[in-house]
């Protein structure tokens, strides 16, 4: 088997792992009405995960340096499954947070280790677009994933939605043992090393571009399928299509994000997806009723925000090109706990307020962002103006 049916099969799983991340926002009412508890509640779900993710992955995979990679991924997929499988048999709201604890200490580890395998089983000017492959696989969860969840969930109950991932993850574990080769773990990089980045005020400026534009987009999206159901009015059906358009928008954001951040700059097309994310939110804040209006206006959303995935990684790497890897890691433990306080503060927000309020505060958490990106590229600065472009072109030339 070619190394490109190798890195397919590990997107394949890639897949899997981000449908088990990304489902519960597309069936948060369904665990809280069966469950028992508030839909803000219900949303903390999501807060325990990505903080799991974020703290625990570094460590995990710290103490796992010199582990071979294939039986690491083996190792991440058992524990997947018994976490999934817990979801499905296990009653409670307490079982269902320890579930999604050990998913997502496992789904970082298979990631992060999918990532290594993937960069290091394609030949060196392939390994680009290697690594991409996998990002594609897990974020395709967005554009199919969520939405057949949704819609299983609608047939059958949403415990079937887990036990359903769990054996897939059997499958999952199958592809792994019989189509991935035995990969060499690596020295072990002290977290030491990784923190001391942090001493950096541009790159802690920049990890807190990437939490506050994570967070706002969380505190809206944690809670769009009750938004839907509730605000909107949208039927069952209606709302599985609708995260289904919000996945493809997703896609095309981050592409056209990519070719932004080539042919303007990772300045400009930052600041102008953001800027653009957190103007649909106050739209569909006033639009909220129509049901009509509330299709496109979910895609601008979702392809706005995800324009600037690509653009905020590239912005990252620009800043320590010496420490790429640590760099992005970095910005994923970033990603994860934007998400877990995104969730937390929309369960206040909708507890205290109402529903519809999520989409005004998650729009000011993106407009922090926007500011925060505008000051550190220089353009809040008087008189500055024109240094700020010259020193955009420099960024650009040494990008290009």
């Given amino acids: ?56 992955t570094p460590f995990l995979m710290a103490a796992a340096a010199k582990a071979d990679r294939k039986r690491l991924m083996l ?72 939405p057949l969840g949704r819609l299983a969930a609608s047939v059958y109950d949403w415990q079937a939605v887990f036990g359903g991932i769990g054996l897939l993850g059997l499958l999952a574990l199958l592809l792994i043992a019989f189509t991935i080769p035995k990969t060499d773990g690596e020295l072990p990089v002290p977290l030491r090393d990784q923190l001391r980045l942090l001493k950096n005020p541009k790159i802690l400026v920049g990890l807190g571009i990437t939490f506050f534009w994570i ?25 599985s299509i609708a995260l289904f358009a919000f996945g493809i928008a997703s896609l095309i954001g981050s592409k056209l994000g990519g070719f932004g951040t080539d042919r303007w700059g990772y300045r400009r097309t930052l600041l102008i997806g953001m800027a653009l994310h957190a103007a649909w939110l106050i739209v569909i804040s006033f639009a909220a009723q129509s049901a009509a209006l509330m299709f496109p206006l979910l895609m601008l959303w979702s392809f706005s925000a995800w324009s600037s995935g690509p653009t905020q990684q590239y912005h990252l790497i620009s800043l320590a090109p010496e420490a790429t890897s640590i760099m992005l890691s970095l910005n994923s433990s970033a990603v994860q706990l934007a998400m877990a306080a995104g969730a937390g503060i929309g369960g206040i927000v909708v507890e205290g307020a109402s529903l519809t309020a999520v989409t005004w505060i998650g729009a000011g958490g993106v407009a922090l962002a926007v500011l925060l990106s505008a000051a550190a590229f220089g353009y809040l600065r008087v008189g500055t103006a024109a240094r700020a472009a010259r020193q955009e072109a420099a960024a650009d030339k040494i990008g290009a």
């Fill in 1 to 56: 088997m070619s190394y490109a049916w190798k890195i397919y099969m590990l997107a394949i799983v890639s897949f899997l792992v981000g449908t088990s991340e990304f489902i519960i926002a597309g069936i948060l009412d369904k665990v809280a009405d069966d469950v028992g508890v508030s839909v803000a509640a219900a949303g903390q779900l999501i807060t325990v995960f990505s903080l799991a993710y974020g703290f625990g």
């Fill in 75 to 146: 190792y991440a997929l058992a524990v997947f499954v018994v976490g999934n499988a817990a979801a499905f048999v296990l009653p409670g709201f307490g079982a269902l947070i320890a579930s999604r604890v050990v998913v997502a200490l496992s789904s970082g580890v298979f990631v992060v280790t999918a990532l290594t395998v993937a960069a290091k089983l394609a030949p060196e000017e392939k390994r680009g677009s290697a690594i991409a492959t996998l990002v594609m696989g897990f974020s395709t969860a967005l554009i199919v994933g969520v």
């Fill in 215 to 239: 967070g706002g987009y969380s505190i809206t999206y944690t809670y769009i399928s009750p938004f839907l159901l509730e605000i909107t009015g949208m039927s069952e059906k209606a709302v």
